[in-house]
């Protein structure tokens, strides 16, 4: 039996001090000091042993992340001195959709590997855009043995990344008459993306390249941003090819397992090219995700490719300048229309852009995805605030530029084995086994809009909302 697939943690302390959400507001000078049971003391995250040490150095205490909201100070107190506050500085860190819920949680899952878990509940709304809009079946969550960290049932979220053949033959003796193509296969549905947002220091590459090979996943990146220190790492890189470059990248493509080629009118021969210098190599098409994405993964899948990868914008949209859909909705119609041409068992479909949470993975296979690729989420867990300061020539307050690949490593793979315990944990709850099972399943999935039209419209009447 192969080894079970697992990914070890090791906590990594952030560099910088984080930007908490919560925090206690204390009037200290109602405190009587006397209490023999102190609600600090009580604290299970030892928050209050911090801001003892800031009391000590006469300083302001800090907005502790750890915070987990329990307010068990807030209720406890029986002098009452305590009182819950929001952080200012969290409100202005991140954007509408990378917001300072998820960088906050990002954080806390790179420096644990631990899935985040918060006290006082959830008190948002009950759907929202994109993926807020859909929910998975968990029908099966009350057979234990299928609870995907600690069941008895191993869950195994491999996919390929390579073709397959679509008929098989047999000679008359019942042996395999077909040449089976070479098989590449990652443990993860999650691979990396070289973001073209923030600092991108070398050591920020180097942490998710050796992150990326760690992990025995793959990482997209520009073929002028690897280097030498890259080499021991060459078979968890892909490098992005651009129309006509292949010559120039011969020693890439000898070194490399896959490279990705951008669609261009002269794919065909850029293809046979790398092929004739790498005739094992595994070939994967970058494309822009507009509207036209169906009808050009439909004339691209008849070729010699192996996967497709399609970008969306950052936040998980169609790069159109109106009306751009958002990944759930584009996925779908992809996947369908290779359905419906018997295409879809022969190449692979991986989406980036606007992947920034643990359960948008799920949510994407869900849709028809075979893997996801992460960018932005991995600067994010480097401590970046997704503040844009970079882009306007100023300093960066999370120093990037200082990352060292060791630490900076350690905080992407505890933050992927936290989002694949979240994924094992969805699967099991679901009752399956396979993440390549859970390609397409719609049917255990529910969409806000389907039963808003189909339970609430008769009653209610419909109202047209952008999902």
Request: hydrophobic share 40%.
């Amino acid at each position: 039996m192969p080894k079970k697939y697992s990914i070890p943690v090791h906590p990594a302390p952030p560099r910088q001090y984080p930007v908490g959400k919560y925090t206690t507001i204390e009037f200290r000078e109602n405190c009587a000091g006397s209490c023999r049971k102190c609600v600090k003391k009580e604290c299970v995250y030892g928050i209050f042993k911090d801001n003892y040490l800031h009391m000590s150095a006469m300083e302001d205490p800090e907005y502790l992340y750890t915070c987990n909201s329990c307010f068990r100070c807030v209720q406890e107190c029986t002098k009452g001195i305590f009182s819950r506050a929001i952080n200012p500085e969290y409100r202005i860190i991140g954007d509408d959709y990378w917001t300072p819920h998820i960088i906050n949680r990002t954080w806390y899952q790179a420096q644990t590997g631990s899935i985040p878990v918060s006290g006082a509940g959830y008190g948002g709304p009950f759907t929202g855009k994109g993926f807020d809009s859909m929910w998975t079946d968990m029908s099966e969550i009350v057979r234990p043995t299928r609870d995907g960290i600690h069941g008895r049932e191993y869950i195994n979220t491999s996919i390929e990344l390579s073709k397959r053949s679509l008929r098989l033959a047999f000679t008359g003796d019942g042996a395999l008459a077909t040449q089976v193509p070479e098989i590449l296969e990652i443990p993860i549905p999650i691979l990396f993306n070289q973001p073209d947002f923030g600092l991108i220091a070398p050591g920020v590459l180097l942490s998710m390249v050796r992150a990326a090979h760690d992990l025995g996943t793959l990482i997209f990146m520009e073929t002028g941003e690897i280097t030498r220190e890259m080499a021991p790492y060459a078979e968890a890189l892909i490098p992005r090819l651009a129309s006509g470059s292949v010559p120039e990248n011969e020693d890439l493509i000898r070194a490399c397992r896959m490279v990705e080629i951008r669609h261009s009118p002269g794919l065909e021969a850029d293809i046979r090219a790398a092929k004739a210098i790498n005739p094992g190599l595994f070939i994967a098409v970058g494309l822009d995700l507009k509207k036209d994405a169906a009808r050009t993964a439909l004339e691209i899948a008849r070729l010699d490719v192996d996967t497709l990868h399609f970008y969306a914008d950052s936040h998980g949209r169609e790069q159109e300048p109106e009306k751009a859909r958002f990944l759930r909705g584009a996925i779908r119609d992809i996947h369908l229309i290779l359905i419906e041409n018997a295409l879809r068992l022969k190449v692979n479909l991986v989406f980036s852009g606007g992947i920034a949470m643990a359960e948008h993975v799920a949510k994407a296979v869900i849709c028809g995805a075979d893997g996801v690729a992460v960018d932005n989420t991995l600067l994010i867990s480097l401590e970046c605030r997704m503040c844009g300061r970079c882009t306007q020539g100023l300093s960066c307050p999370a120093a990037l530029e200082e990352v060292e690949p060791d630490f900076g490593s350690k905080r992407i793979t505890n933050l992927i084995s936290a989002w694949r315990n979240q994924l094992l944990e969805v699967m099991g709850a679901m009752g399956l086994r396979e993440a390549r099972r859970l390609r397409g399943e719609v049917g255990r999935s529910m969409w806000f809009e389907d039963l808003e039209k189909n339970h609430f419209g008769p009653i209610f009447g419909e109202r047209k909302v952008a999902y």
